[in-house]
Each structure stands twice: as structure tokens, then as C-alpha cells.
């Protein structure tokens, strides 16, 4: 998992409550668990005029000019601005896989549902809880954001704001660990138990 402590990016302005995980990334897109390519049909039915489905070519799809990720000005953002409850409905991990592939690396609003705020952690996106006015002024901000996760402050339009994230959560994202990682720090204790196991119940072997 890529470690994160310092981004500066402009920000994308999703200006939309209760955005679901159904509209995060569609169901049909959900048959693959390599957690990669699921970045092109983000927002799928929003992000596109036509229906998508596995196997399109989306380089040749109509975009909706209209949606916000297709507008020159945010291409390349790494930070999405959303409203109060997104990543609600279904748990699906693929959700915080299709945000990560299409490149944002945090997600600033005013609360998220449970256990996508857990997933993105798991995923290397850092979900921040700020207040709805302070929302509002960082919608109206264009320029880049900067973001420290050590400091745990936001720098945006001269003006910083603060976050609270949990300390171990905070730990891992900084070092870059996954589940995966978390447990390979511990792989000499973990190979000096199966040895001592196996030597005492031979018959496992």
C-alpha cells in the first residue's frame, strides 16, 4: 500500500449528499477482486452518457460534460470534496478500489458511512471528517490543497483546518501498511512459532 503523509493537489468538488457505493463504481463492474482497473468507470452512470459494462471501451464512450470529473480544470486531482454520508449502501471494498485507481488519495466531508470509512483506510485513502462550513469554504477554494497527515492539518486559501484521525489508523497510512504489511512486520516471530509448533506436533508435518 503506497504511505501517505503529504499531499498537495487540487480538489474535485463533488457537490452531492448520500452518494452510494452503487454510484461510487455500479454492480456490474464488480466481478473482478484484482483491486486495479476499476478506476475508468468510476461514477460510472454519472461520468458517461451511455450504460457501461465490463469489457467496454471507454476511451470511446460519450462523456457528460456536465459531471464534474470530466472538466478540464480537476483532471489529475487527487482530493475529492464531497457532502454528509458518502460511501453509503453496500460494503463493497471495490468502492475505495475504484477511487484509489482513478488516483484520489483522501476524501474530505462532513461523515461518511462506517464501513466505507473503514475500507478506505484499509486501501491507502485517507477519509476526513470536517464541518459543513468548513466544507463550504473549500468548495468555493480553487486552488490546491495541502494536506499533512502527521500534523493531521489541512492548508487551503491561506487558511489551515484540523482533523482527527485515529492514531494506529494514522500510523499505518504514514508507513504505508495494508492488513498485508501490518502482518509481515511480524513474519521472524511468526516463522520462529511454526518452527517451535511443528517440532512439538510432528505429526503435522
Known amino acids: 500500500m503506497q504511505a501517505f ?8 468538488p463533488l457537490d452531492r449528499a448520500n452518494v452510494d457505493t452503487d454510484a461510487i463504481i455500479p454492480k456490474q463492474f464488480l466481478k473482478s477482486i484484482k483491486r486495479s482497473g476499476f478506476g475508468p468507470n468510476l461514477f460510472d452512470e454519472w ?10 471501451d471507454n476511451s470511446k464512450r460519450p462523456l457528460n460534460p456536465d459531471f464534474v470529473l ?4 480537476y483532471q489529475g486531482a487527487q482530493i475529492l470534496l464531497a457532502r454528509e ?10 468502492a ?12 474530505i466531508a462532513p461523515s461518511f458511512a462506517d464501513i466505507f470509512y473503514n475500507n478506505c483506510f484499509k486501501n491507502g485513502i485517507l477519509p476526513i471528517v470536517q464541518s459543513n462550513d468548513i466544507l463550504d ?4 477554494f480553487k486552488g490546491e490543497i ?4 502527521e500534523s493531521q492539518n489541512i492548508h487551503a486559501n491561506d ?20 492488513d498485508i504489511g501490518l502482518t509481515l512486520q511480524y513474519q521472524d516471530e511468526i516463522k520462529s512459532f511454526e518452527q517451535k509448533y511443528f517440532q512439538k506436533y510432528t505429526w503435522l508435518n
Not at 495541502?146 to 497527515?149: A, F, P, Q, S
Open 85 to 94: 454520508n458518502f460511501g453509503c449502501g453496500s460494503s463493497r471494498e471495490h
Open 137 to 140: 469554504e473549500l468548495f468555493a
Open 47 to 56: 461520468r458517461y452518457l451511455d450504460h457501461g459494462e465490463v469489457g467496454m
Open 159 to 178: 487558511k489551515n483546518y484540523t482533523f482527527e484521525v485515529d492514531a494506529e489508523r494514522k500510523r499505518r497510512l504514514i508507513n504505508g501498511l495494508d
Open 146 to 149: 495541502t494536506i499533512d497527515l
Open 5 to 12: 503523509k503529504t499531499l498537495t493537489s487540487i480538489a474535485t
Open 70 to 73: 470530466n472538466k478540464d480544470e
Open 96 to 107: 475505495p478500489w475504484a477511487l484509489e485507481d482513478y488516483g484520489f488519495r483522501a476524501i
